[in-house]
């Protein structure tokens, strides 16, 4: 691999995927362009410590993915929902670094539209593919925030929260698994289906809940209650 690709299985040269790192830490800046260059198929082409610097990078090279630390966002404030939707309408995508286990956080950033969260302590363990997943569209969470989920979650996972009661119970159970991360194929396995039903529920649960993309839709969920188990009973309309 160069730089600017690796080889693919046909032995052609594929481009690598173009990132922005948002980190105040130089010293973090530097071990993460380290692991990414590494033979990983990604390759860093803007760095910044504020905000404002990270978005004229994210213009200039229009990169796929913007790993953001969630401290750039914490001094951002109101801004930064607005940042976000700036990046998702320029295709760039947007992978947040947390050194808490926040969930209230992780609701916020997935509301805005946030593809994927990921812990401080596991970062350079999971940031490739974490990279690869939400440059694919798909939702990234790190594992020990899915531990840390993984029992309410599975508590509402029979049933809707009053404010998702247009869902039906498969689809509601479909919702709570893209929520833990999986991707298709494994909410397929989880629920003893194929790929293609699973995509049909997720695009009608996309269509119910008025969702732009699938963080978006478990943002919905976070906002009503639903991941964190509020105290209404949820309703099903039908199973599917």
């Given at each position: ?22 980190e105040p830490d130089r010293v973090t800046r530097a071990k993460l ?57 320029n295709r760039t995508q947007v992978l947040l670094v947390s050194e ?87 909410i397929g396995e989880k629920l003893g289906i194929g790929t293609g ?44």
């Open positions: 691999m160069t730089q600017r690709g690796e080889l693919c299985s046909t032995g052609e040269l594929t481009p690598a995927l173009r990132v922005v790192v948002g362009r380290g692991v990414l260059h590494m033979g990983n198929g990604v390759y860093v082409v803007g760095e910044a410590g504020a905000t404002q610097r990270l978005g004229d990078l994210a213009v200039r090279h229009r990169p796929r993915v913007a790993v953001v630390n969630a401290a750039l966002r914490e001094a951002a404030g109101a801004e930064f929902a607005p940042f976000v939707a700036a990046l998702t309408r808490a286990l926040d969930e209230e956080l992780l609701g916020r950033a997935l509301r805005e539209g946030v593809g994927g969260f990921v812990h401080r302590e596991s970062l350079f363990e999971e940031i490739v593919p974490a990279i690869r997943l939400v440059a694919a569209g798909h939702t990234f969470i790190s594992s020990s925030m899915i531990t840390r989920l993984r029992d309410r979650i599975a508590a509402v996972i029979p049933a809707v929260d009053h404010q998702l009661a247009a869902l039906t119970r498969r689809e509601a159970e479909v919702l709570a698994l893209v929520a833990t991360g999986l991707s298709n194929a494994g039903t699973v995509r049909s529920h997720l695009a009608r649960i996309l269509t119910k809940l008025q969702a732009a993309n699938r963080a978006h839709a478990v943002g919905i969920a976070y906002e009503s209650g639903y991941i964190t188990g509020g105290s209404h009973r949820p309703r099903a309309h039908g199973e599917a």
